[in-house]
């Protein structure tokens, strides 16, 4: 498979090259039902711009985890059909990838690609679970229309896998929510449950797919997103999360989804780049 030349972290042919590489970066600039701030589909090329300048030693795995081999695919070509095109564009995409035996970090585009990401994996791991770091529950029915809105994609994973959700603080009452409450937690509960961490972790099964959509931070750590929201997540509360997770689980994949570059704030772009990487890291180096 091809990939390009502007790659993620700026490697070089031995480390960025897909036939050695154990790792993935998939960009999918998709943001056809987005409602709000538009400009997800420039997320991709934001981030991979940013990771030029992130630094490739981690200094809490004290490694460079780009040894590993991190090959960067050509954008994914939204498919203008309808929302349910996309999905399957996207879920076979993603499962050539994994059929090669790749860990896949797919980059957004607006949330709804998560549905079809976490399929592919399904398929191919027993098992798998999601953790979605959001500031959105996204378990609507149907949305404008589609069952493949970005504002249902949790209830679409949720035909597929079990899920728990951290940093939720925005709600639209649906029945979906009264359903999924246990799996619901706000900032708040996160910050003073004392066995937080244990809750979270019954909740998932071994093999856990990540997606984090951007706005489940709070907007001073990534304020360019579609649909931003105060009082989230802080940088130092994602990281011990994730690398809680890392020590407990196996992590099989995960996605980054929703930044909406805006000049003068480039500084979201980079959190967003150097969170991929932790990901990454964390996926090959955690368990």
Not at 30 to 51: C, E, F, M, N, V
Not at 181 to 190: N, Q, T, V, Y
């Amino acid at each position: 498979m091809s990939t390009i030349a502007h790659n993620f972290l700026g490697l070089p042919e031995e480390r960025s090259a897909y036939s050695t590489a154990k790792a993935v970066v998939l960009p999918i600039p998709y943001d056809l039902t987005l409602s709000y701030l538009a400009g997800a589909r420039h997320g991709p090329a934001a981030i991979l711009a940013a990771s030029r300048q992130v630094e490739t030693f981690d200094h809490k795995l004290g490694l460079d985890v780009s040894e590993i081999g991190i090959a960067t695919m050509p954008e994914l070509e939204q498919a203008a059909a309808s929302p349910e095109e996309m999905q399957r564009v996207i879920f076979d995409a993603c499962g050539a990838l994994l059929d090669d035996g790749k860990f896949v970090l797919a980059l957004g585009g607006e949330h709804s690609i998560t549905a079809a990401l976490v399929a592919a994996h399904a398929r191919r791991f027993d098992g798998v679970s999601v953790l979605q770091i959001d500031a959105h529950t996204d378990l609507r029915e149907s949305y404008q229309g589609s069952r493949y809105s970005h504002a249902c994609v949790m209830a679409r994973v949720a035909e597929t896998a079990p899920f728990m959700s951290v940093g939720i603080r925005s709600y639209s009452g649906n029945d979906n929510e009264k359903r999924f409450c246990a799996r619901l937690i706000s900032p708040e509960e996160f910050r003073n449950n004392a066995e937080i961490f244990e809750k979270i972790m019954a909740g998932l099964t071994d093999n856990v797919y990540i997606t984090v959509d951007l706005d489940g931070f709070d907007p001073a750590v990534v304020p360019a997103v579609g649909t931003p929201e105060p009082g989230g997540l802080h940088w130092d509360e994602v990281m011990l999360l994730l690398e809680n997770l890392a020590k407990n689980k196996k992590i099989v994949g995960a996605d980054v989804v929703e930044l909406s570059p805006r000049h003068g704030l480039e500084y979201a772009d980079f959190a967003a780049a150097k969170l991929c990487y932790k990901l990454i890291g964390l996926g090959f180096f955690g368990k």
